[in-house]
């Protein structure tokens, strides 16, 4: 923390009862910060990110973030008000849909240059075409959800057995031999219209204590995709509150 951000008059939640999630080993936090909308909180309560704005706290209606890979590191940073003006023009900035949380459309996955959609019934909507206006084709598409409180990549299990699949790994343990891993090609995901890529060594997790390489995801859902902490440490990513856009670069590693 290098400055304090002070919300007057925010409403927080107090929890008398824990789940287990609280109790892992490596979880060792006091509470959650939610950064989505007020529109996804919970009893509607002002979501402290549209109390910032509305208050006039921040310098500029955004924030962004920075996950590291890296042990030697801290796990990553935020910053409110402002980003790291080092990736200003590598930014690609994407629409939100919704007003709930920090969510877009998603229209494909490609493994390397190959024109195959692996995204399942992603090739139905892109094949309407000049059928749709851009409002319905968004509302059709897929939708995937930006979260620094996940794991991992989460969505539909017929799109991620294909991806394991396509790259030789185990369709049910997730587990690859890590003797392959050189040899893969990056995944290419495409949201709200632009590509975003992921490297085999971003998208495969080396147990280095159990020699052990596997991919970083798991199937959760038939609709709503997550892309979760393996995703977000490979993007510098920005969020504009006000104007409801999403800025990402390519992290540099």
């Given at each position: 923390?290098t ?5 007057r008059?925010?409403s927080?939640a107090?929890t008398?009862?824990?789940d287990?999630t ?19 909180s ?5 979501a402290?990110v549209d ?31 402002s ?15 919704g ?6 459309t998603m ?24 059928s749709?206006?851009?409002q ?5 598409s ?5 979260d620094?409180g ?22 049910l343990s997730?587990?690859i031999p ?7 090609k990056?995944?290419?995901f ?5 590509s975003?890529?992921?490297n ?10 159990s020699g ?5 995801w798991?199937?959760v ?21 006000k104007?409801h ?8 590693h």
């Amino acid at each position: 923390v290098t400055s304090a951000v002070m919300l007057r008059n925010q409403s927080f939640a107090v929890t008398n009862l824990e789940d287990r999630t609280f109790e892992l080993p490596r979880s060792q936090f006091d509470g959650l910060f939610g950064l989505g909308f007020t529109g996804g909180s919970e009893g509607g309560v002002k979501a402290p990110v549209d109390t910032m704005v509305e208050q006039n706290i921040l310098k500029e209606p955004l924030f962004g973030v920075k996950l590291f890979r890296s042990s030697e590191k801290s796990n990553g940073e935020i910053t409110f008000g402002s980003y790291d003006k080092s990736y200003a023009d590598k930014l690609q900035w994407i629409d939100v849909y919704g007003n709930y949380f920090w969510a877009t459309t998603m229209e494909g996955i490609y493994y390397g240059d190959e024109p195959t959609n692996y995204l399942y019934g992603a090739d139905k909507i892109n094949n309407l075409g000049g059928s749709l206006t851009p409002q319905e084709k968004a509302r059709a598409s897929r939708k995937a959800l930006l979260d620094t409180g996940s794991s991992l990549l989460y969505g539909d299990a017929f799109t991620l057995a294909a991806m394991s699949t396509r790259i030789g790994a185990d369709v049910l343990s997730g587990e690859i031999p890590c003797s392959a891993v050189p040899n893969l090609k990056p995944f290419r995901f495409v949201l709200g219209g632009k590509s975003f890529y992921m490297n085999p060594n971003e998208y495969i997790y080396h147990d280095e204590a159990s020699g052990v390489c596997e991919v970083q995801w798991m199937p959760v859902s038939e609709y709503l995709w997550v892309l979760g902490i393996p995703f977000l440490q490979s993007h510098y990513t920005v969020y504009n509150i006000k104007d409801h856009k999403i800025g990402l670069a390519k992290m540099a590693h």
